[in-house]
């Protein structure tokens, strides 16, 4: 099985559908994050979450909000998907900080591929 | 805003040549720069990454080096294989945090011919 398991791997939806988009990982990893990937634009983070008390937003959360439930669940919702909000999704995880290297190391899901018509 | 610039877009070499992407980022306290491969259908895997402390790094056929001064850094790649053939996507920390909030370039598509 996958470390980090990304659900629905594929999604077609309408204009102001409410969406979510689940993520559970096996990783143990305190931290997870989301982020949105474009053509031409790179991954860009959505929000992170450092613990299940801990939910942060990143460079574009607007239209966006997410949920810790657990450890090793993190949740995206779009409550009224728009057009522009078509693009792959990835989910992913890593270590704590405090000094240890690993925290800037990331594992990534396979991604959800998301489109708004 | 932080921001990481990376060419080229798409790259196509034959195999057994050798292909470099270059990163070029604009925080200067930015201490953490790692390489992610993408194939298709997945999602991207780290190979390598380099520390600000460091001038350059090799495993194997990948290697990467830094230039703090110039802000830019690159990926190395000899004797490509068509298993190189992948998306490749160079990143920052964001400033000099151990967050792993990374600022991410715009990606490489790299080809490799037979």
């Known amino acids: 099985d996958a470390d980090v398991t990304q659900t629905p791997r594929n999604r077609i939806t309408k204009t102001g559908k409410r969406i979510m988009l689940e993520c559970s990982q096996t990783k143990g990893h305190d931290r997870m994050y989301w982020y949105r990937q474009d053509p031409g634009l790179g991954l860009r983070l959505i929000y992170y979450?450092?613990?299940?008390?801990?939910?942060n937003k990143g460079e574009i959360s607007d239209g966006y909000s997410v949920s810790r439930q657990a450890q090793a669940k993190f949740s995206l919702s779009l409550e009224s998907a728009i057009p522009n909000q078509t693009a792959l999704y990835f989910c992913a995880t890593s270590e704590s900080g405090t000094g240890r290297s690993g925290a800037n190391v990331l594992t990534f899901g396979a991604g959800s591929r998301l489109t708004v018509l | 805003g932080e921001n990481v610039e990376q060419h080229p877009s798409t790259l196509s070499v034959q195999e057994g040549d050798s292909a470099v992407i270059k990163c070029t980022y604009s925080?200067?306290?930015?201490?953490?720069f790692p390489w992610y491969k993408q194939e298709l259908g997945k999602g991207p895997q780290l190979i390598i990454d380099?520390?600000?402390?460091?001038g350059e790094k090799k495993d194997q056929r990948i290697a990467v080096t830094l230039n703090k001064t110039a802000k830019h850094f690159s990926l190395h790649i000899t004797e490509t294989q068509p298993e190189d053939s992948a998306v490749y996507f160079c990143a920052a920390s964001y400033r000099s945090s151990n967050t792993g909030k990374l600022i991410f370039g715009q990606g490489t598509t790299l080809q490799v011919k037979p």
């Open positions: 925080d200067s306290a930015s201490n953490y």
């Open positions: 979450s450092f613990d299940v008390k801990d939910i």
């Open positions: 380099i520390r600000s402390n460091v």
